[in-house]
């Protein structure tokens, strides 16, 4: 309807169907539902937080719970178990060195029919074969049955190893000490006995002379005769003759 004659013209009558009110209608629908699509990925973003925070504690507890003791570390250049040794009342343990210092201290002779004669460093305690062991072993010629190699040695001791067929010496462990070692019952120099200084004792043997029998003796053994001395550089004949009443090889 125009305004001049009250009559109803297309226009008018779309406009009275449809007021402006509701031409906006559709605008706020749409409105809506973004909002409420917006709403619902800020709750799925915020749910899949939440799970994720969840797992994270959940991982970090157990963690905790698989977690070694604590671990107390000693002062450096302190030895842990010297300071629980001497917390507990006990004596600190003592270098290995120190101990076998201690331990080491028997000193034998070992002589004769031996692969390497001369003097060797046991233990306490050690047996005559444990000797001839340091010695290298026996000769194959060496006559072992005539030695108790079962005997127990003393710090000092003097092994003779005879050979088969040479008579046994009286006393094949001969103890260092005055009592065993020089002349003879018979006032002899037992040759294979005899300390240098003993040896030097008679007529025409020097210093020098009497090293050189001790050493023949030690890398050769025992001498088996008087007659042996023939042997060591230095003896002649005439002295020999000197000294076969005043030696022996007992």
């Given amino acids: 309807m125009d305004g001049d004659g009250g009559e109803w013209t297309p226009r008018s009558l779309a406009e009275a169907s449809h007021p402006r009110g509701c031409m906006q209608g559709p605008r706020w629908v749409v409105t809506f539902r973004a ?11 915020l749910g899949v937080l939440w799970i994720e925070a969840a797992g994270v504690q959940g991982a970090s507890a157990q963690l905790s719970s698989d977690a070694p003791g604590k671990v107390t570390i000693p002062p450096v250049g302190k030895d842990p178990q010297v300071g629980e040794a001497s917390a507990a009342g006990e004596a600190p343990i003592q270098p290995i060195g120190t101990a076998a210092a201690q331990a080491a201290g028997l000193v034998v002779h070992v002589a004769g029919a031996v692969k390497n004669p001369g003097v060797f460093t046991l233990m306490p305690g050690s047996r005559v074969f444990q000797a001839i062991d340091a010695a290298g072993g026996a000769l194959p010629e060496a006559n072992l049955s005539a030695l108790n190699l079962a005997a127990t040695l003393s710090d000092g001791t003097q092994i003779l190893v005879p050979v088969q067929g040479q008579a ?3 006393n094949p462990l001969n103890p260092a000490g005055p009592a065993d070692t020089g002349p003879a019952p018979q006032g002899l120099v037992n040759l294979n006995t005899a300390t240098a200084a003993q040896i030097e004792t008679l007529p025409g043997v020097g210093p020098v002379l009497a090293e050189r029998i001790v050493a023949w003796r030690t890398d050769h053994g025992p001498f088996t005769s008087v007659e042996g001395l023939n042997a060591v550089t230095g003896i002649g004949p005439k002295l020999l003759a000197g000294l076969q009443e005043l030696v022996t090889v007992s």
């Fill in 168 to 170: 046994s010496p009286v």
């Fill in 35 to 45: 909002l409420v699509v917006v709403l619902a990925v800020i709750a799925a973003a």
